[in-house]
Structures are given as structure tokens and as C-alpha cells.
């Protein structure tokens, strides 16, 4: 009778032992078929990443987004085009707001700096939507920056500078966006009669500012257009000119009221 108890406590040890394994071994299953199920996730996503933007514009008036016709015109791009931010990502808004207040008298502030972040969401979007943009922060520091600095040597770069080139039937043709290309700029005038300089930055143009770029070094035409003024007592021209020139046209300003020539280089003749 004492043995037949002893077998059956044996027993009733081994089948909980068993069950223990069983679930023991449910458990590693389980765990093994989530953890595989993560890595096919992460996988996924990062496949779709390069070919998709899988991050969303939460913001209310979706400030971080690029329009759809941009996105359209930035999809067919179908060269190489380099965007170098004279800045790393990380120094730029800190950097340029420095710019802002010495060169433009720009008040540096929680506002403005929203402008900067907003500048550096919206150029890396053109890379997400199309690899051909190569876009790259640069530390000015560098060794790497030198050399560039060198190449544009004439073009006098400063802090926040965006490079934009491409080589086409074996020319290089570049522009460079400087601040107040991205940057609307409206000076306080209740400073002036103190002799101060107060600025505020009003608007952000740096998805017109760099397609108009991208745009233009993918060119092969150049149009020259002679903006004649001098012919009104107001001169309202300045506006026109600077639309002009967004839109990749060579502006030269003729201030004469008589005008017995016009250069062979000029394409088009605008009368205000």
C-alpha cells in the first residue's frame, strides 16, 4: 500500500513536470514567434521608409509639409541634385539665428527659432521623397566643408548657406540660397528715428526658395529679361524683380528714360 502511494506521488511529480515543460516551452514559443513577428515588423517598416515618407504633419495649419505640387515636381526630378546646408543639422538654428540678429537686426527668440526647425523639417522631406536630392548638413568646421568652401570660393558662403548644384552634359551649374532668400524680413520702422536696425522674421519661403533652385540647376536655358525703370516717379518695380529672379530669370535693371540700344544677351523686354 505504501509503495503503491510512493508511485502514484512519482507519477503526479512527473506530470507536472511535464506540464511545467509544456508551458515552459509554450512560453519560449511564443516569445519567439513575437520577437520574430517585431523583426518582420522592423523590417517592413524600414523598406517602406525608403521608398515612403512615413512620418505625419500633426501641426494644425500642417507646417511641416511640402505642398503636392511640389512633391509632384520633386518626385520627377530624375538627376542628381546636391543640397548643401552650410551648418550641421543640429547647429543650425542656433547658428543662424546669430546671422538674423548681426546682419539683419533680427531678434532671436522662441517664434523665429520655429522658423529655423521648420526649415530643417521641410529640406529633409526633398531627400524622403526622392533620393536623387542628396541633401547634407555640413559642419563648417570640417575638412570636408573646406574643400567646398575652396570650390565656391568666389561666392563669399556664409553660416546657413544652401548650396544647391548639379552637372549636366559635363557642366557644373550651382545657386546659392543665402538667408534672406528663405526668410521673409520685414524691419520694424518705429526704430529707425533711434537710429536702431529691428527686424522680424515674417514668413518661411524655403520650399519656393529650393525647388526654384533645383529647378534652375537642371536647366539648360537661361532667359535675361531688361527690367526698364526711371519712366514713373514711384518705383514699384522691386517686387517684380525679386519674382522674377525666384523664378530663375537674369534680371538687368535699366534706370535710363532714353534707351537707343538694347544688348544682344537680353530675351525679353518688361516696361513697368
Do not use: W
Amino acid at each position: 500500500m505504501q509503495k503503491e502511494k510512493k508511485v502514484k506521488t512519482q507519477k503526479t511529480k512527473l506530470l507536472k513536470n511535464e506540464l511545467s515543460l509544456k508551458k515552459g516551452g509554450y512560453s519560449i514559443a511564443i516569445t519567439a514567434i513575437v520577437v520574430a513577428a517585431i523583426i518582420v515588423l522592423n523590417v517592413l517598416v524600414s523598406a517602406l521608409s525608403d521608398r515612403f515618407v512615413l512620418e505625419f504633419d500633426m501641426t494644425p495649419d500642417k507646417i511641416n509639409s511640402i505642398s503636392e505640387d511640389n512633391i509632384e515636381y520633386i518626385k520627377s526630378v530624375d538627376k542628381e541634385v546636391s543640397v548643401i546646408i552650410c551648418s550641421s543639422e543640429d547647429d543650425y538654428s542656433t547658428y543662424v539665428g546669430s546671422v538674423a540678429q548681426q546682419s539683419y537686426g533680427v531678434s532671436y527668440d522662441a517664434t523665429v527659432n520655429e522658423y529655423f526647425l521648420q526649415t530643417v523639417k521641410l529640406i529633409n522631406r526633398y531627400n524622403d521623397y526622392n533620393s536623387k536630392i542628396k541633401v547634407q548638413f555640413m559642419d563648417t568646421q570640417s575638412s570636408e566643408f573646406t574643400a567646398i568652401a575652396s570650390e565656391y570660393a568666389n561666392a563669399n558662403l556664409q553660416y546657413g548657406d544652401i548650396i544647391v548644384s548639379a552637372e549636366k552634359n559635363g557642366n557644373k551649374r550651382f545657386k546659392i540660397l543665402s538667408f534672406d532668400d528663405i526668410y521673409q524680413i520685414k524691419q520694424d520702422e518705429s526704430y529707425t528715428a533711434y537710429g536702431m536696425t529691428v527686424s522680424s522674421i515674417t514668413g518661411n519661403n524655403i520650399e519656393t526658395a529650393l525647388t526654384s533652385a533645383v529647378a534652375y540647376v537642371l536647366s539648360d536655358i537661361d532667359t535675361t529679361v531688361a527690367l526698364f525703370t526711371g519712366h514713373s516717379s514711384a518705383d514699384l518695380t522691386e517686387d517684380y524683380k525679386t519674382l522674377l529672379e525666384t523664378n530663375n530669370y537674369k534680371v538687368e535693371t535699366v534706370a535710363n528714360e532714353v534707351i537707343t540700344k538694347i544688348d544682344e544677351n537680353i530675351d525679353v523686354i518688361v516696361i513697368p
